[in-house]
T-cell receptor
Framework: KQEVTQIPAALSVPEGENLVLNCSFT??????LQWFRQDPGKGLTSLLL?????REQTSGRLNASLDKSSGRSTLYIAASQPGDSATYLC?????????????FGEGTQLTVNP | GAVVSQHPSRVICKSGTSVKIECRSL??????MFWYRQFPKQSLMLMATSNEGSKATYEQGVEKDKFLINHASLTLSTLTVTSAHPEDSSFYIC??????????FGSGTQLSVL
């Protein structure tokens, strides 16, 4: 059974700081890995999706890397802003299933202080 | 981008009543929708996969008679929590698949059972 772990569970940083969120998964047989943002009491917004054959994806100040063999992914946020405060979730899609069945980590709650 | 509308956003009900949650894809057709449950400070847990025109597929441990799922059209899936009890209080989120790699989430429903 796939298990996804995110470290740290919570992180508080001053505005402008660069930061890294970590995600690890136990079964490396994944189709892709996705990072989401969730604001309090809200749904999820997809940030970056990395296919299993890819090493990284970038969007603006966000960069996500994937090391499939070691079961790890990182989300790098450059020059953090208060508006980045949210919970960040990573999720993996397994190889063997059709559709978009995802296994989520428990998230990292990020607070960026002005 | 594609929009998934989920209603209601918040519902409070008495123990023993039934609650219906709607998930609509507003600008695309979704043959597959997913229902998740999220307890405070925990990850999203997949409850069931809803396929248009067929019976939903439930995850292990999810009672199909308690959580009724109907996906009668390509743009609407409903989750009915029957005879709700306080332990059913949770945040319920739906997602809809718009393409092979495109998954969009609703804004969630906070259910509180008194």
């Amino acid at each position: 059974k796939q298990e996804v772990t995110q470290i740290p569970a919570a992180l508080s940083v001053p505005e402008g700081e660069n930061l890294v969120l970590n995600c690890s998964f136990t079964d490396s047989a994944i189709y892709n890995l996705q990072w989401f943002r969730q604001d309090p009491g809200k749904g999820l917004t997809s940030l970056l999706l990395i296919q299993s054959s890819q090493r990284e994806q970038t969007s603006g100040r966000l960069n996500a890397s994937l090391d499939k063999s070691s079961g790890r992914s990182t989300l790098y946020i450059a020059a953090s802003q208060p508006g980045d405060s949210a919970t960040y979730l990573c999720a993996v899609r397994p190889e063997e299933t059709s559709g978009s069945r995802l296994t989520f980590g428990e998230g990292t709650q990020l607070t960026v202080n002005p | 981008g594609a929009v998934v509308s989920q209603h209601p956003s918040r519902v409070i009900c008495k123990s023993g009543t039934s609650v219906k949650i709607e998930c609509r894809s507003l600008d695309f057709q979704a043959t597959t929708m997913f229902w998740y449950r999220q307890f405070p400070k925990q990850s999203l847990m997949l409850m069931a996969t809803s396929n248009e025109g067929s019976k939903a597929t439930y995850e292990q441990g999810v009672e199909k008679d308690k959580f009724l799922i109907n996906h009668a059209s390509l743009t609407l899936s409903t989750l009915t929590v029957t005879s709700a009890h306080p332990e059913d209080s949770s945040f319920y989120i739906c997602s809809a698949r718009a393409g092979p790699e495109k998954l969009f989430f609703g804004s969630g429903t906070q259910l509180s059972v008194l």
